[in-house]
T-cell receptor, first 109, second 116 residues
Framework: QQPVQSPQAVILREGEDAVINCSSSKALYSVHWYRQKHGEAPVFLMILLKGGEQKGHEKISASFNEKKQQSSLYLTASQLSYSGTYFCGIVITGNQFYFGTGTSLTVIP | GAVVSQHPSRVICKSGTSVKIECRSLDFQATTMFWYRQFPKQSLMLMATSNEGSKATYEQGVEKDKFLINHASLTLSTLTVTSAHPEDSSFYIC????????????FGSGTQLSVL
C-alpha cells in the first residue's frame, strides 16, 4: 500500500532546485505532501485532488497525474528551512491514509 | 486552524507495563483518527484506522491485542500499548480527519515511547 518515493535522499546548495517523486501501485483518490523535521510531527504542505492538478505553496509546488498514479513535488530556489524529510501521502479508499517511503532533503549554505 | 492534542509527549516505562496515549481533537469533530508508528529514519507506518463508535481497523502485521485502540467519542481516541517490550520503543503519532477541510489531516505532536 505504501507509495514509493524517489530519490531517497538529496543534498542541495541554497538556491538550487529539487524534484521529489511519489509513485503508487494503487489508484489514487488524492495525494498529500508533508515535511517533517527531526523529532517533530509532519507539517502539511498541500493536497492535490484532481488528475493533472498543480498547486503551489511559497516556492514549493506539486503536480498529480492521476492516470499514472504519480505525484511530484517541486522545490525551487531552496532555502535552508526546506531541510527535512518529505513524505507524500495517499488516500486509496475513502478512509485509509498511507505515507510514502520518504525523501530526506538537506540544504547546505 | 484545527488542533490535535496528543499526550504524553514522552514516556519511559519498564518492560511489561502498559502505556496509554491520548489523542484529542480540540476544536473539531473527528470521525476518523489514524495511528502511526515511526522508527528512526523511517517513514510513518499506519497501524490502524479508528472510527468513532466502532472497532478499529488494523493494518496487516499489527497485533490488535497488543495495541488497543479506543475511539469512544468524536474528539478522543486512545492507543494503549499493552505489556510493552523494548522493541515497542518508537515514535507514535496520531492524526485526525476533519471532513470540513478537504480531507486534510491534522497531526498530534507525537509520543516518544522508550521501554527499558
Amino acid at each position: 500500500q505504501q507509495p514509493v518515493q524517489s530519490p531517497q535522499a538529496v543534498i542541495l546548495r541554497e538556491g538550487e532546485d529539487a524534484v521529489i517523486n511519489c509513485s503508487s501501485s494503487k489508484a489514487l483518490y488524492s495525494v498529500h505532501w508533508y515535511r517533517q523535521k527531526h523529532g517533530e510531527a509532519p507539517v502539511f504542505l498541500m493536497i492535490l485532488l484532481k488528475g493533472g492538478e498543480q498547486k503551489g505553496h511559497e516556492k514549493i509546488s506539486a503536480s498529480f497525474n492521476e492516470k499514472k498514479q504519480q505525484s511530484s513535488l517541486y522545490l525551487t530556489a531552496s532555502q535552508l528551512s526546506y531541510s527535512g524529510t518529505y513524505f507524500c501521502g495517499i488516500v486509496i479508499t475513502g478512509n485509509q491514509f498511507y505515507f510514502g517511503t520518504g525523501t530526506s532533503l538537506t540544504v547546505i549554505p | 486552524g484545527a488542533v490535535v492534542s496528543q499526550h504524553p509527549s514522552r514516556v519511559i516505562c519498564k518492560s511489561g507495563t502498559s502505556v496509554k496515549i491520548e489523542c484529542r481533537s480540540l476544536d473539531f469533530q473527528a470521525t476518523t483518527m489514524f495511528w502511526y508508528r515511526q522508527f528512526p529514519k523511517q517513514s510513518l507506518m499506519l497501524m490502524a484506522t479508528s472510527n468513532e463508535g466502532s472497532k478499529a481497523t488494523y493494518e496487516q502485521g499489527v497485533e490488535k491485542d497488543k495495541f488497543l485502540i479506543n475511539h469512544a467519542s468524536l474528539t478522543l481516541s486512545t492507543l494503549t500499548v499493552t505489556s510493552a517490550h523494548p522493541e515497542d520503543s518508537s515514535f507514535y503519532i496520531c492524526s485526525a480527519k476533519s471532513t470540513g477541510s478537504r480531507e486534510k489531516l491534522f497531526f498530534g505532536s507525537g509520543t516518544q515511547l522508550s521501554v527499558l
